[in-house]
């Protein structure tokens, strides 16, 4: 659970971030982050429209760069755009200048006020940097964890089962590392949601 929804403790951390929204109602906010890459983003968006659900794409810049037909294609469908960096930058490893200066070259090509940062840590001088420069920085309150290695797609599905609730942002990922579970485990999380009565929402 460490993991899967993080602590109140990280929340306080950042009290400005979005970790979870409209916890009054019964809607919850999908992301999708690391894309577009060919052989995952097409076959989300195809799931996406079949269950009629739109959601929120961290993406990083220079895979828009890359596959500039596949971040056009989000917007078409009706989907929103976030900022994930140009280049997947940890923040760990690099100074607020730099990190910033990453951040603004993936704008440059994204045109988001939406921030997520990579591997979801950021400093606390580079996450005052981000808010100073006009971005939003969206965390998240499920993190399926769609990527471990260690993680099954039934695991992945009994995730979203265990922490969603009203108001929940749930990250998942349109990667190599995720993909072989999300064909598996997209269709079955987003027939439980609609089971359960969620409604979908895109942030803003």
């Not at 269950?51 to 989907?79: C, I, Q, S």
């Not at 950021?122 to 499920?142: A, E, L, P, S, T």
């Amino acid at each position: 659970m460490f993991i899967e929804q993080p602590p109140r403790i990280f929340r306080w951390f950042y009290p400005h971030a979005l970790w979870r929204i409209d916890q009054h109602r019964k809607v919850v906010f999908l992301t999708f982050d690391d894309g577009p890459i060919p052989e995952a983003t097409p076959f989300i968006l195809d799931t996406l429209d079949r269950y009629g659900v739109k959601a929120t794409f961290f993406m990083v810049g220079e895979n828009a760069v890359k596959y500039p037909h596949l971040a056009d294609e989000v917007r078409l469908r009706g989907h929103g755009i976030g900022n994930h960096t140009y280049n997947h930058l940890s923040g760990a490893r690099h100074t607020p200048w730099t990190y910033l200066a990453n951040a603004k070259k993936a704008d440059d090509v994204l045109h988001s006020n939406l921030f997520r940062p990579p591997h979801g840590w950021i400093g606390m001088v580079q996450y005052r940097v981000i808010r100073h420069c006009g971005y939003k920085v969206v965390m998240w309150d499920v993190v399926t964890r769609d990527y471990s290695r260690l993680l099954t797609a039934n695991d992945v599905v009994n995730n979203v089962k265990r922490y969603t609730r009203n108001g929940s942002i749930i990250t998942l990922h349109d990667s190599l590392k995720s993909i072989d579970k999300l064909k598996h485990a997209l269709p079955e999380i987003l027939a439980w949601l609609k089971q359960e009565g969620y409604e979908f929402g895109v942030i803003e």
